[in-house]
């Protein structure tokens, strides 16, 4: 009884020879079996010094056995349906082609299982002129559809000839695209010439051209303000064929009416497709992708420089200023636009969608800026949609940073080094001159206030160091003063005493 293992290896040879496809059967010269086991035989063969392995009509090939290991048997097949039991045996090859040629070997004849290998080597054998067939990137298809023809052949071919069966022909491309015109099934033949003469390789139906549909869409409307109520058709031209179906996809949903009204509830850009197919199986598709449904003229205001800065008289600030809208907006949904910059002024009247904008700013101040929108998409056409930034630019003249400063009372004195106890209630004072728009103290024991002028009670006796850090929009400064906190009630007493270290 033969075991599986020495089995598979003579059924890979035989699908292989037999003409089916299995990975392995269709590269130029593969070994789809070739194992060693220790006293078992290793086949191998190549051919002898006298032969080649391509050329013309008849050709004589000298085959020579190179295997390892001990042998007794060998199986030789040729590819073209002959065999041979001989160890080297010569075979002569009658017929253009390409051949595959394999061994099997045995290393007993008498065994129960003997030791078998097979070597298989594909296109091993070139014989006249090489083309074995050809192929075309679609079988089927409508009229009008470019077809691409490619020919399987293995070298030595001096000219190609086709026939598309249609009447058409192509002489001396090797791969040749031919459109056809007329439905119906075509006969494609290939002539080439090589050095051992011609060889016509054909098929008697191998392109079927149908009366395939044109998928068309028709809407009332291609835009409108949301929610838009669109009316859809196929009118789709079947070329003479029944309709078999529709299929319409519209973002996440679908339909399969030849008429039918869809809203579009958001602004959006949306794609819309049809497929059809005709009785035939031929089918095809088309989209609509220009449904624009605009909403409300949304826009958002965006500073393109600083928005913050200092004021001098030998120039002004400048701040320029975009309207952008939504992805899914255009500006044909937006009538007019107009900028309030905050302080006093407006865009120019003449412009009516001034998108982008550069305005000037001559006084100090914090300015919060606008932008009105009017559309026909808007709720109440007669309103503009408001979009304000607060407080989005702030310009501020420079002043003295060695006059910044503060003071700690209760009575106002500038004194450095302030003295007293946990029952004081301390008042610290900016005295910074000019603008200020911010005040950031720290007093040292972890407790933080905000504003001009503010007022700390320490619960610990020690030293500690508060920190102002003052400005406005155009520049900062940061002062700092020592409190000393005694152990000792003095009754609510407050002491000052100079401190020459201290850091303003």
């Not at 101040?365 to 503009?384: F, Q």
Request: charged share 15%.
């Amino acid at each position: 009884m033969i075991s599986l293992r020495k089995l598979l290896p003579l059924l890979a040879l035989t699908i292989c020879l037999g003409g089916l496809y299995l990975p392995g059967c269709d590269t130029l010269v593969t070994e789809v079996n070739n194992f060693e086991i220790a006293g078992h035989p290793t086949a191998e063969f190549g051919i002898d010094s006298l032969s080649v392995d391509s050329g013309c009509t008849p050709l004589t090939v000298g085959f020579v056995d190179k295997s390892i290991g001990p042998r007794q048997s060998w199986l030789w097949k040729f590819g073209d349906g002959d065999s041979s039991l001989d160890t080297n045996p010569v075979h002569i090859y009658t017929t253009a082609g390409t051949y595959t040629v394999s061994l099997t070997i045995l290393d007993s004849t008498v065994d129960e299982e003997p030791g078998a290998d097979i070597e298989i080597k594909n296109r091993f054998i070139i014989v006249g002129t090489t083309a074995d067939s050809f192929s075309v990137d679609a079988a089927t298809g409508c009229p009008g559809q470019e077809i691409t023809f490619t020919p399987i052949d293995y070298g030595g071919i001096t000219s190609y000839s086709w026939n598309f069966g249609d009447g058409s022909n192509a002489v001396g491309d090797s791969n040749p695209t031919h459109i056809y015109d007329s439905v119906g099934s075509f006969a494609c033949t290939l002539t080439v010439t090589g050095g051992c003469g011609t060889k016509v390789v054909g098929y008697d139906s191998l392109i079927t051209i149908d009366a395939c549909p044109v998928a068309l869409i028709a809407a009332n409307k291609l835009e409108g303000c949301a929610p838009c109520t669109v009316l859809f058709a196929d009118t789709s031209d079947y070329r003479g064929a029944a309709k078999d179906s529709a299929y319409w996809q519209i973002g996440e949903d679908s339909s399969n009416q030849e008429f039918f009204e869809w809203v579009f509830d958001t602004a959006g850009i949306y794609t819309v497709s049809l497929s059809v197919w005709s009785e035939g199986g031929a089918d095809d598709t088309t989209e609509v992708d220009l449904i624009k449904v605009w909403g409300p003229p949304e826009v958002t205001i965006v500073a393109l420089g600083q928005t913050e800065g200092c004021l001098d008289d030998n120039w002004l600030f400048y701040v320029p200023f975009e309207a952008t809208i939504p992805a899914h907006a255009d500006t044909s949904a937006y009538d007019s636009l107009i900028w309030v910059f905050g302080d006093g002024k407006r865009s120019n009247p003449n412009d009516p969608l001034p998108f982008k904008v550069n305005h000037a700013y001559t006084n100090a101040g914090v300015y919060s800026v606008t932008i009105a929108t009017y559309g026909s998409c808007y709720e109440d056409g007669n309103e503009a949609l408001i979009n304000t930034v607060v407080d989005y630019v702030c310009v501020s003249w420079p002043y003295e940073s060695d006059l910044a400063g503060f003071i700690v009372g209760p009575d106002a004195d500038t004194a450095a080094g302030i003295q007293g106890d946990t029952s004081v209630v301390f008042t610290f004072t900016d005295t910074t001159p000019g603008n200020m728009l911010g005040w950031n103290w720290t007093f040292g024991d972890g407790q933080s206030a905000l504003g001009q002028v503010v007022t700390h009670q320490y619960a610990d006796s020690g030293t500690y160091t508060t920190t102002l850090v003052v400005g406005n929009c155009c520049q900062s400064d940061t002062i700092e003063q020592t409190i000393v906190i005694d152990t000792m009630d003095t009754g609510g007493a407050f002491r000052r005493h100079r401190d020459p270290s201290a850091n303003r």
